[in-house]
Structure formats: structure tokens, C-alpha cells
């Protein structure tokens, strides 16, 4: 993750939406009369909908379940100028947002629908005469939310407000991001919903336009993004979460049976599994994935397989066949039919192959009149990217990396290393494919030109963590090193489960949220009241902001927020950039320890 962040105050368009004409005039010394030239042209821009694609993230995560009670949500956005490219009054565009972010409790959670864009006036709900532009049709469609107008009595912000509700977010070696920050705390122990609201055109000298009508009369809004999530107990964060993964920690292996013999394979990690042989029958054999328990000797390649048969091993004591290696070729040539780009390409370059090598048997013998073009046998990079991945273990279902679910149970992390023979029998099984007689397999006997870590290891994750917090940021470092190791892959099996594989012994693992993750927090000294630990201008501790009461509904007083922070830190205003970095909370790091 970069180091440094700036907050910017706003990043306004250099043309703001709207229909522009441009007039030239060209004079020569031959004519006395100029040439003026007119044309005209619109600058269009978000209106009514927002692609998904505009939204890069959201905080709290979209489904998460966890301690948010303190946490004021946020929403990042991929264009910095989105928030002021237009006006939330009547006039040009300035350093208020036209964009506002609205927290719904799940008693106030209204119901979006889409109507057109002819309808949005059309009632109950109040919605102002809204004029369309150019390039929009009344046909056009919109997501509109129809909200009460007490409830928005008591949640939207006030004019005043709205600047230090959005700013530009400038990360180093990263692209600036708007961030649209919310005014409302969650509820605890119950769902929230969180609307991006058009706010276009709706405030005026007394405040928001709410239009006529009762309390309870409805208020129509545009919705252009939204998301849940829900706010439970206070151990229920993120750093809890993970930490209490270790608690069920324990190595990727079942329970010891009584059989010493079964037992000695258990402990590698072996399952036992059910095998339909070749012949037709069945038998209960013994598996094990890429995934071990600890380092495998490896052994020399002495030929290149023809035939999954040839990996199965026999115990004799047990009576049991083991598969794994067995497996592994068979699925690395399954994988490589079903990709059939790789599949064609791999296969023509093994013609061209054959046919350079029987060239050079033959050249020295017979000659050739003429000159021939050279055949060229170089692998191509689609070849080798594809298997590249596979010794990432790209595309390998969960089943053969964890064939039995108590290896794995919910809430558990396990340390792993990587057996890199069953990734060798995985690749020579898709690099198999044209193998046909014994010349192609003595020509195949180098094994594909893939070259790996010599070790690697890394942790297998099964928890909410994975699917509450996307994007988390893990990083391995090996004994005495403070640099991470090189990553090899990081692959999300299921919602839930996660795997992460690192080039090198690992003996610390450090899991944290993305950037994204840093988010704007108070604290809550006593009920009812709000207080912030604020930055001192070289970054370091500052003071303590007096406590403030909250607002109806967990509703923080952005203004009286904004003059206490400047008065304490004896500033005389306080700038919409200043009032992020003083709200932002770094995002926490849990490390694991590998014995």
C-alpha cells in the first residue's frame, strides 16, 4: 500500500455539463471582411444513473457484518470531478457537492423503483420541475427512492454542511478518487441501508426543498448507488474477526485414527476418499492435495507419464492405493482439454517441434537443393502463460485442494506448503496433451519450460473476513526479513475462502484492509455524545475534541463539528480536506505467527 494520502478540498471540472458554443474568426491582409466560424457542442456528464463501474468501493463493505457503530459510511468514486460537476442550487457548479450520501435504519429503509425519467414528477412523491438536456429522453429510466419528509427532516444535511462531505482523495502511486462521506452514525444491533442521492438543483436559501405537504407526505430522490450492511456486537470488527481465527487453528490434517500405519498418513495430511478404478470397481484410496502440512521431498523425474495409472502408489500394509499424484496429471489434462486455445496452440507446437527435430536427423544425410525456411519451435507465450497460472494453481477446483470439509472448518486459517511434485505431475498432465507415442514422450521427458519458487507456502482462509471485507491485503515475511515475500497467487476459492501463496518460508503473516478500508470513525465516550482524538500538523497525536451531542438518529452536527475541531487546534476555518484527515482511521493490521 502507498504511504502517503493527501485530502483535497473539491476537484471541479474544467467544463461543467451543459450546451457551449465556440465562435473563431480568421482575418487575411488579401480580404477585408473576416471569416467567423460557429459551432456548437455539449459537455454531458452523470445525471439520473451511475455506471457500477464508477463506484470503486464502499465502506462499510456491501453485505459485512460487523462493528460499525462508530463508523461514518463512505463511498469512492473513479472520477475525481464526479461530486462537483454539478450544483445542489440553481446556479454554477462550486465547492458543495451535488451528491450526498443518506444512512436508512431498517425501520426507514425505503423501496427503490425505476420510472422513467417523464415520471419523476408524477407523484405522490414530491419531485421538482427538473428539465431534461440534450442528450436525454424522457423515456430514459432512473431509480428513484420516495422517502418521508420528517424522516429527511432529520437526516439530510443542511446547506452549510454539504462541502466538508466530499473530497479528493490523492494516494501515492495510485489514481485520485472522490469520496462522498456520510452524516450518520448506524444503529447497532440492526440492518442499514446507504443511498448515493442526487441532490441537483434541491437546495435553497431555507434548506432542502421538501416541497409542500404533511410529515408523513413522501419526498422523491434519485437514487444512483446504494448498498447493506449490518452493525452488530462491538467484537464483532474487523480485527476480532480475524484474530479469533487462530483459536481454531491447527495444521491441514484430520484426527489421528488408532491405525499407526493410517495415522502416520493422516498426518501428512492424506484423506481418505472413495475410487472408482479403471476397470469399473470401487475401493476407498487415500488422497492428498497440493496442499501439505509441511515440505515433500521431491523426486528425480525419470519420465515423462503416459497414463494417470502409472502415479498411483501402493501401501502394502494398508492395502490402499494413494491418488495424488494420480489426480493431479489426470485433472492438468482435463483443465488443458477444456482451454481449447491452449489446448490448439500447444498441440501445433509440438508438430512444429517434431518436425525441426526430424529435420535435423534427416539434413546431414540427404541435404536440400534449396534453401528451407527455419521451423520455429519457440513455446508460445500463450502456451506458457496458461501454464504459468496453473502452477499458481489458476483454475484448480476447491475439491482437489480441500477433498474434505473438516480439514477446513468455518472460522479457521491453515498454514500450508506447497507440494511442488503434485504441482509437476499437474503441468506434465496438461503439458500431455499430443503425447502419443514413446518419441513424443521422450521429447516431453524435460517436462513444460515453467519455472517456479523452489518453495512455497502460504495460508488457507475460511471465514466471513473473506467475503465481509473484499479486497483484503495479505502479506507474508519470512524469519529476519522485513521486506514481503514475493506473491505466487492470491485465488478466492468461494465467497468464504480464500488462498494465498507466497514465494519462501513464511513465518509471519500480516492481514489488513486495503486502502479503500481507511474510513472516517468518532468515539463514543457516553451516550448520546461524540468526541475525536485529532491530528497535531506533523501527524502526530493531538488533542481530544471535546465531547458533542449527537443529533436525532445518530445524526453527527457537521457545523458544530467542524468550528469545535478549528477551535481546538486554534485554526480560524477549517477546509473540507482538513475535516477528512482529522475523521480518518487507519485501517488495522492482525498478525499471525507461523511456528
Known amino acids: 500500500m502507498a504511504d502517503t494520502i493527501t485530502f483535497v478540498d473539491h476537484s471541479q471540472p474544467v467544463l461543467p455539463p451543459g450546451q457551449y458554443v465556440i465562435t473563431t474568426t480568421q482575418t487575411i491582409t488579401e480580404s477585408p471582411d473576416p471569416f467567423p466560424t460557429t459551432r456548437q457542442f455539449t459537455v454531458s456528464a452523470d445525471r439520473f444513473s451511475l455506471p457500477a463501474a464508477r463506484v470503486t468501493a464502499v465502506f462499510p463493505p456491501d453485505g459485512s457484518l460487523g462493528d460499525h457503530h462508530n463508523v461514518l459510511p463512505h463511498v469512492m468514486l473513479d472520477r475525481p470531478t464526479l461530486p462537483w460537476e454539478r450544483s445542489s442550487r440553481d446556479g454554477p457548479v462550486g465547492d ?39 442528450h436525454q429522453s424522457p423515456e430514459d429510466r432512473a431509480t428513484v427512492i420516495d422517502v418521508p419528509r420528517r424522516v429527511l427532516e432529520e437526516i439530510l444535511p443542511s446547506a452549510a ?20 462521506l456520510g452524516n450518520r452514525l448506524p444503529p447497532s444491533d440492526e440492518s442499514s441501508t446507504v443511498h448515493l442521492v442526487s441532490v441537483e438543483g434541491r437546495y435553497r436559501d431555507h434548506g432542502f426543498d421538501l416541497g409542500p405537504g404533511e410529515p408523513d407526505s413522501l419526498v422523491r430522490l434519485v437514487s444512483l448507488a446504494s448498498w447493506k450492511f449490518a452493525c452488530v456486537a ?21 484426527a489421528d485414527s488408532g491405525n499407526p500405519a493410517a495415522d502416520d498418513l493422516l498426518r501428512q495430511g492424506q484423506v481418505p476418499v472413495r475410487h472408482t478404478l479403471r476397470q469399473g470397481g470401487s475401493t476407498v484410496s487415500w488422497y492428498r492435495g497440493p496442499l501439505t502440512t509441511g515440505p515433500v521431498a521431491n523426486k528425480p523425474r525419470s519420465q515423462a507419464t503416459r497414463s494417470s495409472d502409472g502415479l498411483l502408489l501402493l501401501h502394502p500394509d494398508l492395502g490402499m492405493f494413494e491418488t495424488g499424484y494420480a489426480a493431479a496429471w489426470e485433472l492438468g489434462r482435463l483443465l488443458a482439454l477444456r482451454s481449447t486455445d491452449y489446448a490448439t496452440a500447444l498441440y501445433d507446437w509440438k508438430r512444429r517441434r517434431s518436425q525441426k527435430r526430424l529435420r535435423a536427423t534427416l539434413e546431414p544425410a540427404t541435404g536440400h537443393p534449396l534453401d ?13 502463460t496458461w501454464l504459468t497460472d496453473l502452477a499458481g494453481l489458476a483454475g484448480v477446483p476447491l475439491m482437489y485442494l480441500v477433498p474434505d470439509e473438516r480439514l477446513l472448518p468455518v472460522e479457521s486459517i491453515r498454514f500450508v506448503s506447497l507440494d511442488q511434485q503434485w504441482i509437476r505431475h499437474l503441468l506434465d498432465g496438461a503439458f500431455s496433451i499430443g503425447r502419443l507415442t514413446a518419441a513424443d514422450a521422450e521429447l516431453d521427458r524435460a517436462g513444460p519450460p515453467v ?3 523452489a518453495v512455497v507456502t502460504g495460508a488457507l482462509i475460511r471465514s466471513g473476513v473473506v467475503s465481509g471485507y473484499p479486497g483484503l491485503v495479505i502479506e507474508a515475511f519470512a524469519e529476519g526479513n522485513k521486506d514481503p515475500l514475493p506473491e505466487v497467487g492470491t485465488i478466492r476459492l468461494t465467497p468464504d475462502i480464500m488462498l494465498c501463496l507466497f514465494a519462501g518460508t513464511l513465518t509471519r503473516l500480516d492481514v489488513r484492509q486495503r486502502p479503500e478500508a481507511v474510513h472516517f470513525a ?10 475525536k482524538s485529532l491530528r497535531a500538523a506533523d501527524g502526530s497525536s ?10 436525532p438518529g445518530g445524526r453527527l452536527p457537521i457545523g458544530e463539528l467542524t468550528r469545535s475541531i478549528a477551535e481546538t487546534l486554534g485554526v480560524e476555518t477549517l477546509r473540507p480536506g482538513d475535516f477528512a484527515r482529522q475523521m480518518i482511521e487507519t485501517a488495522e493490521r492482525v498478525s499471525f505467527l507461523s511456528s
Open 96 to 134: 458543495a457537492p451535488w451528491l450526498a450520501l443518506l444512512l436508512f435504519a431498517e425501520s426507514q429503509r425505503p423501496d427503490p423503483k425505476v420510472v422513467r425519467l417523464a415520471d419523476l414528477g408524477a407523484g405522490p412523491a414530491y419531485f421538482p420541475d427538473t428539465p431534461l438536456e440534450a
Open 161 to 180: 454542511e454539504l462541502p466538508y462531505l466530499a473530497h479528493l482523495r490523492r494516494t501515492e502511486g495510485a489514481p485520485d478518487v472522490a469520496v462522498v
Open 234 to 254: 462491538e467484537n464483532q470488527n474487523f480485527a476480532t474477526l480475524v484474530r479469533d481465527l487462530a483459536r481454531h487453528g491447527s495444521p491441514l490434517r484430520l
Open 372 to 384: 528451407v525456411p527455419d521451423i520455429d519451435d519457440t513455446l508460445p507465450d500463450t502456451v506458457r
Open 451 to 453: 519455472h517456479s519458487a
Open 522 to 531: 468518532v468515539e463514543l465516550p457516553a451516550a448520546g455524545q461524540f468526541g
Open 542 to 551: 493531538g488533542p481530544v475534541l471535546a465531547p458533542l451531542p449527537l443529533g
